[in-house]
Structures are given as C-alpha cells and as structure tokens.
C-alpha cells in the first residue's frame, strides 16, 4: 500500500480561488515534500517539512504538517491557470531516508 | 547549473530487446534514484545509488532489472528482455552528498519507455 495518499483525487477551480489537497501517510517521516508534475513533465520541488515543523510558506504555496494525525496539507492561494498540474506528497522515513514514498497525486485544473 | 539531466527522452523497443537509460546529476550531487511511473499513478522508488555503490535496491524487480552508477559518467538503469508491462515513465532523482538540503531530491525530465 502506498505510504502518502492524497485527498481529493482531483480539484476544479477558477483563477483566483485558494486550492487545498491533503496528504495521509502511515508510518513515522522524517520529512515529507510535495511534488508539482505537469502531463507529461517530470517533477518540480515544491517544499520541503521537517518532522518538527508545523507549517511552511513558499510564494502562495503553504504547507502544514500534524504529525500525530499523519497528515499534510498544500494551499495554493489566488490560483492561476499555470497551477493546473498534479500535486504529489513524499514521505522519506527514517530506515530508508533516501527513498521517497509518493501518494497517486491530486489534478489540479484551473479554469481562467 | 543544468538540472538533472536524463536520456533518451523517449524510447521505443520491442519485447525481448535491451533498454538502456541514462541519468546525469546536478553538480555537486553524488546521490541518485530512479523511480518509475506507470499512467495516471504517482512515483514507485525502485534504487538508490551512490557512486559504484548500491544503497537500497528494494524497489528493483528481481529479474531483468539492474542499475549502476560508475565513478565516471552517468548512472544507467537496464532493462533487459523488455516486455509490454515494462512501458512506463522512468524518472531519475538527485541529491547532495551532504548538509542542509540534503535530502531533497530534484528529479530529471524522465524517459518515457514504449515497449511494442
């Protein structure tokens, strides 16, 4: 089964309007990253959370962390057509800190 | 500083021949993964290398499946005897050796294998 599942599996919005996907994973992290792909791309980095930090912010990208609810939490606030994509998280744990654990994604689709 | 760097972009073959697939890390990394993705599914991890060492190949399939990263040159993942279910997106990811960011992976373009 897979460590992060995202939540929903897709997201209409219009420009201009907050999008928000979550992340459920199982086990322990030592970090989790949240990934943007566009069809047919490869991966963009997005952010970065440490296990002990609570929230972060990247231009109009912020991102919670609740360790005792394993979950995660991306907002993309005042959305543009350019976010269209699918958004991955990934959980690196601590035995096997290299590989990385990624969720089906959620498809993001922002309409002008 | 160019990104990670991955080749062919594309590649066709047919069941029963070789794929080879090469990856280039960003300067300055010297830690690689390779993950493959199937259509609309996220990322599967298969190995983590580092140079002329295997760190964890959990992800590999037992048979047909091998990967390298030489002192010199990029890192290769084979795929020998391909067969249709072997058609996916291969992705290639690098890190820094150390220190803060360490552990952030930048991916490649990926190559998209189609297997006839």
């Known amino acids: 089964s897979q460590q992060g599942e995202e939540d929903p599996q897709a997201l209409s919005i219009q420009e201009g309007e907050n999008a928000t996907m979550n992340c459920s994973y199982k086990?322990?992290?030592?970090?989790l990253q949240w990934y943007r792909q566009n069809s047919g791309r490869g991966l963009v980095h997005l952010i970065l959370?440490?296990?002990?930090?609570r929230e972060k912010h990247s231009g109009r990208l912020r991102v919670t962390l609740d360790t005792s609810k394993k979950s995660s939490s991306l907002l993309i606030t005042a959305s543009r057509a350019a976010d269209t994509a699918s958004y991955f998280c990934?959980?690196?744990?601590?035995?096997?800190?290299?590989?990385?654990?990624f969720g089906a994604g959620t498809q993001v689709v922002v309409t002008p | 500083n160019a990104g990670v760097m991955q080749n062919p972009r594309h590649l066709v073959r047919r069941r029963g021949q070789e794929a080879r697939l090469r990856c280039s890390p960003m300067?300055?990394?010297?830690?690689v993964y390779w993950y493959r993705q199937l259509p609309e599914e996220g990322l599967k991890f298969m190995v983590y290398?580092?140079?002329?060492?295997?760190?964890?190949e959990s992800g590999m399939p037992k048979e047909r499946f091998s990967a390298e990263f030489p002192k010199e040159g990029p890192s290769i993942l084979r795929i020998q005897q391909v067969v249709r279910g072997d058609s996916a997106a291969y992705f290639c990811?690098?890190?820094?050796?150390?220190?803060?960011?360490?552990?952030?992976?930048?991916f490649g373009p990926g190559t998209r294998l189609t297997v006839l």
């Open positions: 990811a690098s890190s820094q050796q150390q220190g803060a960011g360490a552990d952030t992976q930048y």
């Open positions: 086990t322990s992290i030592n970090n």
């Open positions: 959370i440490r296990s002990n930090e």
């Open positions: 990934a959980t690196a744990s601590g035995d096997s800190w290299g590989k990385l654990q």
């Open positions: 300067k300055g990394h010297s830690h």
């Open positions: 290398l580092q140079k002329e060492n295997i760190i964890d």
